[in-house]
């Protein structure tokens, strides 16, 4: 199994920045893409970012200049560099991550727990 645990969400006033974190673990044998969803209350959860293996991204218009993905291999972990948060990015975080565990020859989705951010002042 594979478990996704996010980390960095907070609470941060108009125009400011956080950096979200998704750590993979357990019994991994392949993280192949991940990505980045939120979802705000009585919404659906929407993409944010995604980020290939080999490190090709794809972003939401609504962040397009204002957020970076990133990843490191090495630590099987994802970043969010969110800059310049509006009030509209108050949602829940989530991580996503297609990976196949040791012993399985598939890939399978992995979601975390998520993580708050709130955009206040």
């Known amino acids: 199994q594979v478990q996704l645990v996010e980390s960095g969400g907070g609470l941060v006033p108009p125009g400011g920045s956080l950096r979200l974190s998704c750590t993979a673990s357990g019994s991994i044998f392949r993280l192949n893409s991940m990505y980045w969803y939120r979802q705000a209350p009585g919404k659906q959860r929407d993409l944010v970012a995604g980020i290939l293996s080999g490190g090709s991204t794809t972003y939401a218009d609504s962040v397009k200049g204002r957020f970076t993905i990133s990843r490191d291999n090495a630590k099987n972990t994802m970043f969010l560099q969110m800059n310049n948060l509006k009030p509209e990015d108050t949602a829940v975080y989530y991580c996503?991550?297609?990976?196949?565990?040791?012993?399985?020859?598939?890939?399978?989705?992995?979601w975390g727990q998520g993580t708050q951010v709130t955009v206040s002042s």
């Open positions: 996503k991550a297609n990976a196949a565990a040791v012993g399985s020859t598939y890939l399978s989705v992995y």
